[in-house]
Every structure is written in C-alpha cells, then in structure tokens.
C-alpha cells in the first residue's frame, strides 16, 4: 500500500514552482524614463574652471526670453550664470559674484524685453538688506571661440533692512512680485518706472512660504502661517487670504509650508506642494477649489517642480541631506508616478541627490539645480508620451 502510495507521488504531474519575482533594484533606483546628462558649471565641458565648489549650489533657475537658461548659486559668494543649449554652446558662462550676497533662493525671474532680475536672500551684511539686481540678456552669445556677456547690475533694496524671499514676474504688466525675509512683506517692483510698493506684512507671527506663483490672469499666489493661501489681485491692487490651506495630513498643519508651486499654462491650473507631508495638489484659480492629488514619494518635501511642455508635471521630492527622488504627475492618466533617482553619466558621471531650482527649456528638455557643494545643472529629457 505504502509502495502504490509511493509510485503514484512520483508519476503525478506537479504544478511547476511560482516564479518569484525580485525586482531589477539596480535600474530601479534611478531615473529609468527620459535620459538624464549633468552639465558642470563652466565653459564647454573641460575648456574653463568650474564655478568653485562652496559657492557653486544652485538655487534659482529660469529661462530668458532668448531661450538660455539663467541661474544663481549660493555658498560663500553668489554666482549668476546661463548655459546655452544652442548647439554652438552646451557650455556654461559665469556672468559674476554679486558682491556680499551668499544666497539667491527661489529668487530669479526672466522679464521682457531682455531683463533677468535676481533677489539677494542672503547677505553678509544683514543690515543693508537684500538687493534687487538686474542683468541685460542682449549681449549674451556663446561660441566655440568664447562667450560674450551683459553685466549684472545692482538696481536698490526693496524692503529696508531686509533681504528677498521670493521673486516672481509678470511680463504682460513689467511688474516683479517678492516677498521679504524675514518681515515677510509683500512687494511689488515696477521695471518701467523702477519703483517699489509695499503691502505690508502676508503674516503676522511672521510665517510664511517662500514661494510665489502667477495664473494666467497675473494673480499672485503665495502662503502664509498653517499652509493658508492668499492672493495679490493686480487689479484691485490688494492682497488678501483665500482662507483656503494647503492640504496635510491631519494634525500636520503647523508645519506646512507651500513648498513648489508651478501654473501649467495649457489647462491654466497650479500645481503645488506642502512642506510637511509632500502632498501634491492642483488649485483651480477660477473656482479657487483645492484638489489633493497623493504622495510623491516617501520623504515629505517636494523642493522643486516644473510644468513640461506636454501638460505633465515634474519635480524632485525629498530633505535636505537626503535622496531626492523624481516623479511625474500626468493629469491625462490622473496618475502620479516616482521615476527614481537622477543619475548622469554624461558630462560628468554624478549621483544628483539634492535639487532647489528647476525649470523648462524652450524645446521641452527639463533643468534640476543641484544644490550641493559641489553643484551642476541636470539635463532630464522626458519621454514622449500619448494624451
């Protein structure tokens, strides 16, 4: 019996084991959409010295008007500089140190007609205050044989005894928008007459977002204390708070901070994010209507984000003094997606961890301003992908 029992085992067709599956942790950790290549901070790749480490974490980024990418750094001296992805260019041009300014934060804007404007967030000598600087862009040309350069050019100090928070810039009505640090007041410069006006503090217990963004009617958004919004309204020329915050989770309030805020300018929406959880959202500026959207990543920050040219919305989560990590959102799909960790082999081969600074070129490639000691510009290309 033992026998039959036996020989009926080995002749019966067993079911093949399951097959496990590990993961590729390898390609996984890193950004496996789009391909991503790093740009030192010099001229044409080995032609020119870097940017000196120390002074060369970039923490401001834009486009100009002429289809270069403008930056600004932060350490022990501020540099500005613009890299051009012109096919006679791929190189980097440092325009030159802002003399006494060791931080420029989220603080660098393009303005028609050839106008770059920079906010000093961080000085040596705190009581002068933070200036506003102004760079030409006409005289900006890279070659192989060189590079030709505007000069930066020190405009005034918007808030007295303060430095800048925040810039933001709306081209249609030559107005610049800033915040103060660390008062928080609202400001408003005027390029065509070169004046300031001052709106008074965004919040009293002197709480507030470093971060400002534009809708497409010129509306200026910001946050103040708990994660709630307020509004500049060019015209009624006032601000004043939406009493609508930002979402968190629940009983993390006190912590949240609108951390990135972008418009998308083919839906006319805004994308943002909180400090304290990373909670992605989208504010509806006609409805006012604030949507969550989820998690980006593990980590609770989202440092800087950007509007691509398809609709899709990128941006790097993560701390300080940690792994940041890219992710999309595509509003077609409703799908939020983390894509890894940037890492580049080209030009230089580089871990990119922490990202301050991001914006869109002109033909859809995506800029991250790294942001440690020794920084570089990333180059992320995004996939093409179906609506």
Not at 123 to 128: A, R, W
Not at 260 to 286: H, K, M, N, Q
Request: glycine share 12%; charged share 20%.
């Amino acid at each position: 019996m033992t026998k039959d029992l036996s020989d009926g085992l080995r002749q019966r067709t067993w079911p093949k084991p399951q097959e496990v599956l590990t993961g590729n942790y390898v390609q996984a950790s890193y950004v496996w959409e789009g391909r991503v290549f790093n740009r030192a901070l010099r001229m044409h790749q080995h032609v020119s010295e870097p940017i000196t480490p120390g002074e060369s974490a970039i923490t401001s980024l834009c486009r100009g008007l002429n289809g270069k990418i403008y930056g600004a750094t932060s350490g022990k001296r501020s540099h500005l500089f613009y890299y051009d992805p012109g096919p006679r260019g791929d190189g980097v041009c440092d325009l030159g140190v802002m003399e006494g300014v060791t931080a420029i934060r989220r603080s660098l804007v393009a303005i028609a007609p050839d106008l770059i404007i920079a906010g000093a967030s961080e000085v040596n000598d705190p009581s002068q205050g933070g200036a506003l600087y102004r760079h030409a862009t006409a005289h900006d040309h890279m070659d192989e044989y060189g590079t030709s350069k505007g000069k930066v050019e020190k405009i005034l100090v918007p808030v007295e005894g303060e430095c800048v928070a925040a810039l933001a810039a709306d081209g249609l009505r030559q107005m610049v928008y800033g915040l103060s640090t660390p008062s928080g007041i609202f400001f408003r410069y005027d390029v065509k007459a070169g004046t300031v006006k001052q709106y008074g503090q965004v919040a009293s217990d002197k709480v507030f977002s470093h971060t400002l963004v534009l809708d497409a009617k010129g509306n200026v958004y910001g946050a103040s204390s708990l994660g709630e919004l307020f509004r500049y309204c060019p015209e009624q020329d006032s601000v004043a708070s939406l009493c609508k915050r930002i979402p968190s989770l629940a009983g993390r309030e006190f912590y949240n901070r609108l951390d990135a805020a972008v418009l998308e300018p083919r839906s006319g929406l805004i994308y943002g994010a909180g400090s304290a959880d990373g909670v992605l959202f989208v504010l509806d500026p006609e409805s006012l209507e604030i949507r969550s959207l989820g998690k980006a990543t593990a980590e609770p920050r989202v440092r800087a984000m950007v509007a691509s040219l398809d609709g899709r919305i990128y941006g790097i989560g993560g701390c300080e003094d940690g792994m940041g990590r890219l992710f999309r959102y595509d509003p077609f799909r409703h799908e939020l997606k983390e894509l890894g960790i940037m890492m580049a082999a080209s030009e230089v081969f580089r871990h990119g961890y922490e990202f301050d600074a991001a914006c869109t070129g002109a033909s859809g490639e995506i800029y991250f301003g790294e942001s440690e000691w020794e920084g570089h510009l990333f180059l992320y290309f995004p996939p093409v992908l179906g609506a």
